[in-house]
Antibody
Framework: QLQLQESGSGLVKPSQTVSLTCTVS??????????WSWFRQPPGKGLEWIGY???????YYNPSLESRLTLSVDKSKNQFSLRLTSVTAADTAVYYC?????????????WGRGTLVTVSS | QSALTQPASVSGSPGQSVTISCAGA?????????VSWYQHHPGEAPKLIIF???KRPSGVSDRFSGSKSGNTASLTISGLQAEDEADYYC????????????FGGGTKLTVL
């Protein structure tokens, strides 16, 4: 069974950088037919898509975050990562990684538990 | 503001059935049979319970069922159990682009 686990910065000061990693176990990140995505949920609000990356390294970013966002993949470690710069309090949220099945369908078949990122001085 | 509209909360007693609606538009729910539903217990990983409008992943109880009419999708949970108390989110494919999915704002299910 595929499992995803987020790790990384928990408390970050304004203007600093959030770095998160999603470790995938129980399946290969290099398998075709999937994208590897990041989402977030600010307190009391709904889910917001951040972006996704394919095993090839091709990326797609939420236009509202694109100027501050970098996604990367490390196939040797079966991990993919997020880097968000110049953070503000508005970036405080629970961040989730997930696998999206898009070959012939469209759904998020596996998620991590999420990790809370708090932006505060 | 979420692209898909769900009721903020629903409730039901054990053994009853509840239905959660997910209202979209002609460009998402109305155009594609690619609606999925997720169950989320706080502190746990969200879980896929319905995909392609009506399909259940292996291991998901048949008490969960999905349907769609026009621009609105629905999730029905029959024979409510205490462990069904959770947040439920819908998601629909919305066409190719930078990201093809749109989410609902989530519905809190309370089992009375």
């Amino acid at each position: 069974q595929l499992q995803l686990q987020e790790s990384g910065s928990g408390l970050v000061k304004p203007s600093q950088t959030v770095s998160l990693t999603c470790t995938v176990s129980g399946g290969s990140i290099s398998r075709a037919g999937y994208s590897w995505s990041w989402f977030r949920q600010p307190p009391g609000k709904g889910l917001e898509w951040i972006g996704y990356i394919y095993h090839s390294g091709d990326t797609y970013y939420n236009p509202s975050l694109e100027s501050r966002l970098t996604l990367s993949v490390d196939k040797s470690k079966n991990q993919f990562s997020l880097r968000l710069t110049s953070v503000t309090a508005a970036d405080t949220a629970v961040y989730y990684c997930a696998r999206v099945t898009y070959s012939g369908s469209f759904y998020l078949d596996s998620w991590g538990r999420g990790t809370l990122v708090t932006v505060s001085s | 503001q979420s692209a898909l509209t769900q009721p903020a909360s629903v409730s039901g007693s054990p053994g009853q059935s509840v239905t959660i609606s997910c209202a979209g538009a002609s460009g998402d729910v109305g155009s594609y049979n690619l609606v999925s539903w997720y169950q989320h217990h706080p502190g746990e990983a969200p879980k896929l319970i319905i995909f392609d409008v009506t399909k259940r992943p292996s291991g998901v109880s048949d008490r969960f069922s999905g349907s769609k009419s026009g621009n609105t999708a629905s999730l029905t949970i029959s024979g409510l159990q205490a462990e069904d108390e959770a947040d439920y989110y819908c998601c629909s494919y919305a066409g190719s682009g930078t990201f093809e999915g749109v989410f609902g704002g989530g519905t809190k299910l309370t089992v009375l």
